[in-house]
């Protein structure tokens, strides 16, 4: 790029969880350290019943099957924000990472959002984002994995060859795990030239509940 740092604008398939966070960010079974309550919640959730398939945004490390890419924005001062942009599932929502060296709000004026308030610096070659000020609506995957306002994520970003781009993510979330835990997800480059599709929820391609679907268990 213009200042020397890696390409990583894509576009990617991947690079965080989508079915199961637990086994997708490279835990086995039951690793996930959550409380008590957690768990519960989350066996007790349906896929069916899930904020995203009512055209809600996905979160973070929320990906989906379909490209998704950062675009880089720069002014006379150098890189000043990055923005995520997926193909389909946010709503028309997108992701903004603040890259000009402002602090997150204090903890009273932060207003609770499905992306949080996201800040991130360069390590090297390696982008580190760090986010709070998340609600708690979103779930991390179609599990049902929960979490809570006190949720705190730090993503770094390496673009370790031409194709590859890992995301080690740190989630840091005491009101729903017993400890900080440490994933893994890997996002695949796709073509240079293929560009993210429009996709607007509310329209013919309606997903989901606002699709009017219906569990085939609830079908007669």
């Given at each position: 790029?213009?200042?020397?740092?890696?390409?990583?604008?894509?576009?990617?398939?991947?690079?965080?969880?989508?079915?199961?966070?637990?086994?997708?960010?490279?835990?086995?079974?039951?690793?996930?350290?959550?409380?008590?309550?957690?768990?519960?919640?989350?066996?007790?959730?349906?896929?069916?019943?899930?904020?995203?398939?009512?055209?809600?945004?996905m979160g973070v490390p929320r990906v989906n099957p379909y490209?998704?890419?950062?675009?880089?924005?720069?002014?006379?001062?150098?890189?000043?924000?990055?923005?995520?942009?997926?193909?389909?599932?946010?709503?028309?929502?997108?992701?903004?990472?603040?890259?000009?060296?402002?602090?997150?709000?204090?903890?009273?004026?932060?207003?609770?959002?499905?992306?949080?308030?996201?800040?991130?610096?360069?390590?090297?070659?390696?982008?580190?984002?760090?986010?709070?000020?998340?609600?708690?609506?979103?779930?991390?995957?179609?599990?049902?994995?929960?979490?809570?306002?006190?949720?705190?994520?730090?993503?770094?970003?390496?673009?370790?060859?031409?194709?590859?781009?890992?995301?080690?993510?740190?989630?840091?979330?005491?009101?729903?795990?017993?400890?900080?835990?440490?994933?893994?997800?890997?996002?695949?480059?796709?073509?240079?030239?293929?560009?993210?599709?429009?996709?607007?929820?509310?329209?013919?391609?309606?997903?989901?509940?606002?699709?009017?679907?219906?569990p085939a268990s609830e079908r007669k």
């Open positions: 790029m213009p200042d020397g740092k890696p390409d990583l604008t894509g576009p990617w398939v991947g690079g965080g969880s989508n079915v199961d966070i637990e086994r997708d960010g490279g835990l086995k079974p039951g690793e996930l350290p959550l409380l008590p309550w957690a768990r519960k919640l989350r066996d007790s959730r349906k896929t069916e019943d899930e904020p995203y398939t009512a055209c809600l945004p490209p998704w890419k950062f675009a880089m924005t720069y002014t006379s001062k150098g890189l000043t924000h990055i923005y995520v942009l997926h193909e389909t599932g946010d709503a028309g929502a997108h992701r903004v990472i603040y890259m000009d060296g402002r602090k997150h709000p204090e903890p009273d004026d932060l207003f609770p959002s499905w992306f949080g308030h996201s800040i991130g610096r360069w390590e090297g070659d390696t982008l580190v984002v760090d986010t709070v000020g998340y609600n708690d609506k979103f779930w991390f995957d179609s599990r049902g994995t929960p979490h809570t306002e006190q949720l705190h994520t730090i993503e770094r970003w390496t673009r370790i060859n031409y194709g590859t781009l890992v995301n080690e993510f740190t989630l840091i979330d005491p009101g729903t795990l017993s400890k900080p835990v440490t994933l893994k997800f890997t996002a695949a480059h796709i073509r240079p030239d293929l560009d993210l599709l429009e996709f607007i929820c509310l329209e013919d391609n309606q997903y989901g509940k606002a699709g009017a679907f219906t």
